[in-house]
């Protein structure tokens, strides 16, 4: 029997300013009611550009032979319109978990809507487990 789809719901923040701010924990006015929408979940936030950027470090202190994406994500976090982007956006992780059921994804993603109408939000994605509806990691050129 095959497992059950597991889900991450992601967001970009519209302001720079905002997102460093959430990245550190530091709540502003604007940020109240995404981070009340957290709370309500036992939902952190996770900037990309952080994961990415640990990601590395861990592949450069344990060898990056063991890790397949090293230097796609070294590239990635190096490229300043990249880096741009991704010091924007967050991914949602649930009780600790990365990924979680679709309720939860599900209730997070309607609770946040609202958020993405009223300019906070400038992209709100639900994504799942299922490799065929998901980016494959990229190729090296030889």
Do not use: C
């Amino acid at each position: 029997m095959t497992a059950p789809l597991q889900y991450q719901v992601r967001f970009d923040l519209v302001d720079a300013q905002r997102a460093e701010a959430l990245a550190h924990g530091q709540v502003e006015p604007a940020l109240a009611p995404l981070v009340a929408v957290l709370a309500r979940y036992s939902a952190v936030a996770q900037r990309q550009y952080d994961a990415f950027a640990e990601y590395v470090a861990a592949a450069e202190q344990h060898g990056v032979e063991k890790f397949p994406l090293y230097a796609w994500t070294k590239a990635t976090i190096e490229n300043p319109v990249k880096k741009e982007k991704y010091l924007k956006s967050f991914a949602l992780h649930v009780d600790r978990r990365e990924v979680y059921d679709k309720a939860a994804a599900d209730a997070l993603e309607a609770e946040l809507k609202p958020l993405a109408k009223a300019g906070v939000i400038s992209r709100l994605m639900k994504y799942d487990t299922d490799p065929a509806h998901n980016p494959h990691p990229p190729r090296e050129r030889e």
